[in-house]
């Protein structure tokens, strides 16, 4: 456990297969690839603390908030075991995205054992939860640790021609939740308000959150935090959103309060 530091960021490269844990931006699947430089590869660490001295590690996307849990759908064909997917945070489904880290041996590999169903494991581009009682090389796992930015990262500016207004009715649409977070923690219990967002820029949607909020405020000044159920740890938004239809949860962090100051950013460029 020592290898996951709670509130950090890890990637995960298979052993075998040298390609690292991705968050697809279906906001739903897992897959494996090898763009390392990527918020998609980074993974926040969550470590709870089970019965007695049972610690598990759960571990959120740095780009969609969502964590890493098995199903109870079988994996894909020509695969054993169940498939793996981005979960959301709710009390039902804890047991889904609790992870035992095993060390293998002297050596610094582990296995990642979830709670119920079995070992991750890695099936060339996808991965399933394996419940066979043989520990192959693909079951192996390396963690890398990500350094934590200094600055607060900017969000790209959106790229592609702009849809005229009267043809932005062809945008995908979904509901967004929001709410601001307190002075204290972001975490709280909220009343939640709402509106329709067409499209996916991450950008344009802080403008229209800063616009609702107040309308002379400077969006640079808030954070867009994404909660992936009602459990989940608040996660920075900094990519666009995700190709679904599903209704997004959002605290607005604002500059200069400590909830701001507790942030932490991967560097994911970093070596």
Known sequence: MEQFQDGHHVRLRSRERG?????????????LRRNRASM???WAVHVYQGDGNNQY???????????????????????????????????WEEMAIRWQ??????????????????????????LSVDAFNSVGPMMHWVVEQIPAREDTPHLAAPTGLRFPRSLAFLLPWRVIQYEQAGAGEPNANFAWNSFLFRG?????????????????????????????????RPTPLLVDLPHSDETLDIIVVMAGTPAHADLRYPNVNAE
Do not use: W
């Open 101 to 126: 880290v095993v060390r293998i041996g002297s050596g610094d590999d582990i296995l990642l054992r979830q709670a119920v169903a079995g070992r991750l494991r890695a099936n060339g581009r996808y």
């Open 40 to 42: 998609n590869a980074a």
């Open 200 to 232: 996916r820029s991450v950008f344009h949607l802080r403008k229209k959150l800063a616009r609702r909020l107040d309308a002379a405020m400077d969006a640079s000044n808030l954070v867009m935090c994404v909660r992936a159920g009602t459990q989940g």
């Open 57 to 91: 590690v759960l571990l959120h996307s740095a780009a969609y908030g969502r964590y890493l849990g098995a199903t109870d759908v079988p994996a894909r064909r020509g695969h054993s075991g169940r498939r793996v997917e981005q979960c959301d945070y709710e009390p």
């Open 19 to 31: 390609t690292y844990l991705h968050a697809d931006d279906d906001g739903l699947g897992v897959s």
